[in-house]
């Protein structure tokens, strides 16, 4: 029985030059088994998983093995592999491909996953916004103290 569920989060990747489909659903007894071992359900688990690389490829590895799935990685360590190699990087990537299995999963509404994606961008840009000021900060203030005319828009 190929996809039993309607509805699944489908994303195409390129494997050892092929593409592959895959489809991606957490039902609710993957939910259940991810709340006695990770301690949260629902929302809580989704935002837990943000920065949880363990619960993320839990999540990743029962959304790929439901019943009836033709997905030919099981493992969320292989998959997330695989999402790196097809150009997934940085924490964002990740948290909007838990997004997007949430919302097709029924755990968020598509308003809900937009709403915690663009909060994630705008909370990792913040972030390295300031890491960008309290860096250029101490290059200048190291280049003031060896007393050099360098000035600091080589960074720019």
């Known amino acids: ?59 990743i590895t029962r959304s790929l093995s439901y019943k009836g799935n033709e997905n030919s990685i099981k493992s969320g360590q292989e998959f997330y592999e695989a999402l790196v190699d097809n150009g997934y990087k940085g924490t964002q990537s990740f948290a909007s491909l838990i997004f997007e299995i949430a919302a097709a ?19 990792f840009d913040k972030v390295f916004d300031s890491i960008e000021e309290v860096t250029t900060n101490a290059v200048d203030k190291k280049l003031d103290e060896i007393g050099s005319d360098t000035d600091s828009s080589f960074r720019k």
């Open 1 to 59: 029985v190929p996809n039993m569920y309607r509805s699944a989060y489908t994303i195409n990747l390129t494997l050892e030059g092929e593409e592959k489909e895959f489809n991606l659903r957490l039902p609710v007894s993957a939910q259940l088994e991810l709340k006695k071992k990770h301690g949260a359900e629902g929302l809580d688990l989704i935002l837990k998983a943000v920065d949880d690389l363990e619960l993320q490829t839990d999540i």
């Open 105 to 123: 999963s029924g755990v968020i509404t598509d308003e809900q996953k937009c709403k915690l994606s663009e909060t994630i961008s705008k909370t």
